[in-house]
């Protein structure tokens, strides 16, 4: 059995290989780390990235997997996720692992109290606790509840709880994928601090300009197994070689071509006003006035908190808010979105921005999610036709080209891009008029970016109106035809794309010039 020969390597994993179901996840991978690296591991969705940090961690235990894990020039054979932290490896995962109902200090040593004697030492915990936080650079007290603080803050608790347990190797998977950009540059700040401090870190990402902003090397995955190695420490290499090396060809466009076709009126809002659903008496949407026409793909831009989801919520079935007024129209007559199932009748359908919490049942069959909105379209005097669910989860499988073992495969087995192709084809068996996305690529590569935006472009081709929420303003202006602009819960101004810029839109918001 051969030693690291990775001169400075803190981790080697050597020929890593594991199937699922049969299916090959990965196939012959290799990594390197170096002491006190931020080292970047991309790919399209589904190319492994995931799957190997679990190995790495301990989440997949040995002999789960084929290969070999050196760390500090040992052999590991890690049979679950403690015997990793044991060695100092931590991972963080896209979904956080804390408990709002429980205060900072004690979400930090969850598992591994301060205790003597077995009982809690209070005073050593909150000491311990009020160190790290000024780590992180988090000024708030260990006794605030994790559930009073934003997402931002709980990602620098998430880091802050895995230094307390020595980390040597932290691996973070999408950590700034639900984050505003303030709250990204700052996680993004505290890793260069860690690297300064010793520890590595191996960062997952699918936003390109902040792995060139610290990475110091990028291993590409690509189906599985590894692509290239690249080093970043002189000079980050130019993003079009990063792409073509994930993808495996040139992408000349990062949005599809389309000439837009704007049809008839087809949905309309009119003075749309509503209440925050705990704090009487404040409006979180104050008459709003839209509309979109057939063939339109229409975009709401705003900062985070501008009321946004929450008015794509309020107007799918009231599922946000209270005391709701105003109307909506649908081919120029008034319908009822009262009720989530009269908002489907009405001909509207809703892509959440939160699909694992709100737009699948990850337990359950891609077969399943897929009719779970419509499911007197298999169904036959109110029994399920089976082999009329397969057939037409099938179908949607082949429009969507998802990647997987077959339709009974559970969703949450999926990578996050063939997770939202299975959510999109959810409620486009609803044949929906007018189709609500509310961040339709939020942690989803390039790649599959590209595919979700070719078939948003065909859905408008074929006469549907789509009104689309992005916190990327890039996104909103590669693929609307018109933008509202929302400040503080109301429209603030109303823009055609054409000849518009990411300056154009953030003076507009803001009021400035």
């Known amino acids: 059995m051969q030693a690291p020969v990775q001169p400075g390597a803190l981790l080697e994993m050597r020929a890593i290989g594991k199937k699922f179901h049969g299916v090959v996840a990965l196939r012959h991978v290799d990594l390197a780390v170096r002491h006190g690296e931020i080292h970047a591991v991309i790919g399209e969705n589904g190319a492994g990235k995931s799957t190997l940090m679990k190995v790495l961690s301990g989440v997949y235990p040995h002999p789960e997997y084929e290969g070999e894990i050196w760390f500090d020039g040992e052999l590991q054979q890690f049979g ?48 311990r606790a009020v160190e790290l936080l000024q780590q992180v650079g988090l000024q708030e007290s260990p006794n605030t509840l ?25 691996i973070l998977d999408e950590p700034t994928a ?76 990062r949005y599809p071509r389309r000439q837009p076709n704007p049809g008839e009126l087809l949905f309309e809002l009119k003075d749309w006003w509503v209440e925050h659903p705990l704090h009487v008496g404040r409006e979180a949407v104050k008459g709003v006035n839209l509309n979109v026409r057939r063939g339109e793909i229409v975009g709401i831009a705003g900062l985070m908190g501008a009321g946004r989801t929450e008015l794509a919520m309020s107007v799918f079935g009231r599922s946000w808010g209270r005391r709701i007024r105003g109307s909506a129209w649908m081919k120029g007559r008034q319908v009822d979105v009262s009720t989530v199932r009269r908002a489907i ?22 077969a399943h999610n897929t009719s779970l909105c419509r499911l007197e379209g298999i169904s036959r005097l109110g029994v399920i036709d089976e ?59 390039v790649g599959a970016k590209f595919e979700i935006y070719s078939l948003i472009a065909e859905l408008a081709a074929q006469g549907r109106a789509i009104l689309m929420i992005s916190s990327e303003l890039p996104e909103l202006l590669g693929m609307c035809d018109r933008l509202y602009l929302m400040n503080e819960g109301e429209f603030v101004g109303e823009m055609p794309t054409a000849g518009a810029t990411q300056e154009t839109v953030m003076h507009a918001l803001l009021g400035t010039h």
Request: net charge negative; proline share 3%; with cysteine.
């Open 80 to 127: 679950g996720i403690r015997h990793s932290e044991a060695r100092g490896i931590v991972i963080i995962h896209q979904e956080l692992a804390l408990i709002p109902q429980l205060s900072i200090a004690e979400n930090l040593f969850l598992g591994h109290e301060q205790a003597r004697a077995g009982v809690i030492d209070w005073q050593r915990t909150h000491r």
């Open 146 to 170: 994790v559930g009073d603080i934003g997402v931002g803050k709980q990602q620098l608790v998430e880091i802050a709880k895995a230094l307390a347990k020595d980390v040597r190797l932290l």
């Open 178 to 253: 639900s984050l505003n950009e303030d709250d990204s540059a700052a996680l993004l700040e505290l890793l260069k601090r860690l690297r300064a401090s010793g520890v590595a870190c191996v960062l997952i990402s699918h936003k390109l300009n902040e792995i060139a902003a610290v990475a110091d090397a990028i291993t590409v995955l690509r189906d599985g197994a590894t692509v290239t190695t690249m080093d970043c420490r002189h000079a980050p290499p130019a993003e079009a070689e990063i792409v073509r090396a994930m993808v495996g060809r040139e992408m000349q466009d």
């Open 345 to 366: 009748q009405a001909g509207l359908a809703y892509v959440t921005e939160d699909r694992k919490a709100l737009g699948l049942v990850l337990q359950d069959s891609i």
């Open 387 to 445: 082999p009329g669910e397969h057939a037409v989860a099938n179908d949607f499988r082949r429009r969507m080209a998802t990647r997987c073992a077959g339709v009974e495969q559970p969703v949450g087995d999926l990578s996050g891009g063939n997770q939202q192709k299975v959510v999109l084809s959810k409620w486009l068996f609803t044949d929906p008029d007018l189709l609500i996305l509310d961040e339709p690529t939020r942690g989803i590569d």
